[in-house]
């Protein structure tokens, strides 16, 4: 059954963060052990031997702050990955961080490596949204510690892309959202849902009826910005629902990311691996335990999907998908959902609709789907 | 066949037609290429060169929680 191919390497090179944002779904943030560099040569070579080496992928530091960890790891992972990769396929690099612990030797690094490493930060937006959310254990915001670090990868000229997490509070202030982003110009702009997953058992943006107009209302003003700006703000929904739209040569049908084993691979520190969804790597369950496959120490990726375990759950999976294809609208668009999302809200995987899907697909989608329906209309009256 | 492979089987099976399907497709059709590209540029935005390469729907799934795709 072995498929892939690899897209993404998710590596967690330490639990702990330097922060305690409100809606974190990692467990064990405060622990402080750290992944050895024998641990990552293992797990490299564990994919490298498995035939899941198709075309280019990518190694995401993520899971706990990557830039606790010290930069001669990272050294010493981009050397191992150059010498060890005889394959024809490109293996690049992308940390997704808080910023707060870059340094001059940090970005020299980011900067020799541009073509093969790319850094992501965690931005929620202008200070008073940032700060709302994005604190110390103390209780502090953490926003002037990001944009000292924004500064200095300015200095360097490195471009940087952004991941920022949409919560209830956000949703009242678009315009101030927008623009700090459009004068931030990251290379691209990712908006998440604050999601019910992990360690986060509630959700702001789930927890009020009205919520779902408002959010509403805050994508559609975003897009329309989005639009009036002709994209000088890329983001990422917005682009990837256009272009599904007008340009994909064909509608959701079977199989997707999160839902074909090993096109994206979960790694802790200790070698544990998981597979489909990343955020499963951390979670407990009553029915099956965790969702942990295998270890890269004792076991290969291709037997890992024969225990009862991993057959267990994919079962679960993939009979979610066909309730989804069964009985729900955008499952065309869609695809069935994602994994994680259905577990975290439900406690089950073989279930249909979810806040998430209401919230990162079929909101977006509607939103867009009815501009270009309209625009196209207008035009034709012209 | 496993009864997993079963299931997949089924997902694989024809497109569903539905609302959704039907309101895209109603757009394909009715905009050529040059079209499109004529309305983004001169209506709703600019026409973004990776356009023409983005030939997959499994591309909207590669982007989990990336804020730097490479």
């Given at each position: 059954?072995?498929?892939?191919p ?6 967690q090179g330490?639990p702990f ?11 064990n ?9 024998e ?6 070579d564990?994919?490298l031997?498995?035939g899941?080496?198709?075309?280019d992928?990518?190694i995401?530091?993520h ?9 001669s ?5 981009s050397?191992?990955v150059k010498n ?10 992308n ?13 020299e ?19 008073f949204?940032?700060d ?9 915001g953490t926003?002037?510690s ?5 500064d200095?990868?300015?200095k360097?000229?490195?471009n940087?892309g952004?991941i ?5 509070f956000?949703?009242?202030y678009p ?13 691209i ?5 604050e999601?019910?997953e992990g360690?986060?058992?509630s959700s702001t943006?789930?927890a009020k ?5 408002r959010y509403?209302k805050?994508?559609s ?9 002709t994209r000088t703000l890329p983001?990422?929904?917005f ?6 739209i007008?340009k994909s040569?064909?509608y959701k049908?079977?199989l997707?990311?999160?839902t ?10 200790d070698?544990n691996?998981s ?5 499963l790597?951390g979670?407990?369950s ?9 270890n ?8 890992a ?8 759950v994919y079962?679960d999976?993939i009979?979610?998908m066909?309730m989804c294809?069964?009985s729900c609208?955008y ?12 577990y ?7 279930v249909?609709?979810?806040?998430h899907?209401k ?5 977006p ?6 501009k ?5 209309k ?5 | 066949?496993t009864e997993?492979e ?8 024809h497109?569903?037609s539905n609302?959704?399907?039907e ?6 059709s009715?905009?050529s ?7 983004f540029?001169a209506g709703?935005g ?9 030939e ?9 929680d990336q804020?730097a795709?490479?």
């Amino acid at each position: 059954m072995l498929t892939g191919p690899l897209n993404l390497l998710i590596v967690q090179g330490t639990p702990f963060c330097n922060i305690d944002c409100k809606y974190c779904y990692l467990p064990n943030r405060s622990d402080k052990n750290k992944i050895s560099i024998e641990t990552f040569e293992k797990i490299l070579d564990r994919v490298l031997e498995s035939g899941l080496v198709r075309e280019d992928f990518t190694i995401v530091w993520h899971a706990g702050e990557p830039l606790v960890m010290p930069l001669s790891f990272y050294k010493d992972v981009s050397s191992l990955v150059k010498n060890k990769n005889t394959t024809n396929f490109r293996i690049k690099q992308n940390f997704q961080s808080n910023g707060i612990l870059l340094n001059d030797e940090w970005c020299e690094f980011l900067k020799e490596n541009r073509d093969t490493v790319n850094l992501s930060l965690s931005i929620d937006g202008p200070q008073f949204i940032h700060d709302n959310q994005r604190i110390t254990r103390k209780g502090d915001g953490t926003f002037t510690s990001v944009m000292k670090s924004v500064d200095l990868l300015r200095k360097y000229e490195i471009n940087f892309g952004v991941i920022s997490v949409i919560t209830d509070f956000t949703l009242d202030y678009p315009k101030e959202f927008y623009q700090f982003f459009k004068e931030l110009s990251p290379k691209i702009l990712g908006m998440n849902v604050e999601e019910i997953e992990g360690d986060n058992y509630s959700s702001t943006l789930y927890a009020k009826n009205i919520t779902t107009e408002r959010y509403n209302k805050f994508i559609s003003e975003m897009y329309n910005m989005f639009l009036a700006d002709t994209r000088t703000l890329p983001i990422r929904e917005f682009q990837q629902i256009e272009k599904f739209i007008l340009k994909s040569k064909s509608y959701k049908n079977g199989l997707g990311q999160q839902t074909t084993p090993y096109r994206i691979i979960a790694v802790d520190l200790d070698g544990n691996f998981s597979t489909l969804s990343p955020e499963l790597l951390g979670m407990k369950s009553a029915k099956y335990g965790n969702f942990v496959f295998g270890n890269v120490y004792r076991n290969s990726f291709e037997e890992a999907l024969t225990t009862e375990k991993f057959k267990a759950v994919y079962y679960d999976i993939i009979s979610g998908m066909v309730m989804c294809k069964d009985s729900c609208n955008y499952y065309s668009v869609c695809g069935g959902g994602t994994p994680s999302n259905k577990y975290s809200e439900h406690k089950s995987f073989a279930v249909t609709e979810t806040n998430h899907c209401k919230f990162k697909f079929q909101l977006p989608m509607d939103i867009v789907l009815n501009k270009i329906e309209n625009d196209i209309k207008f035009q034709d009256v012209q | 066949m496993t009864e997993v492979e079963l299931l997949i089987e089924k997902l694989s099976e024809h497109r569903q037609s539905n609302s959704y399907v039907e309101r895209i497709d109603a757009i394909r059709s009715s905009v050529s290429g040059e079209f499109i590209k004529v309305l983004f540029d001169a209506g709703i935005g600019q026409f973004d060169e990776s356009w023409d390469t983005f030939e997959n729907s499994a591309d909207w799934d590669n982007s989990w929680d990336q804020g730097a795709p490479n």
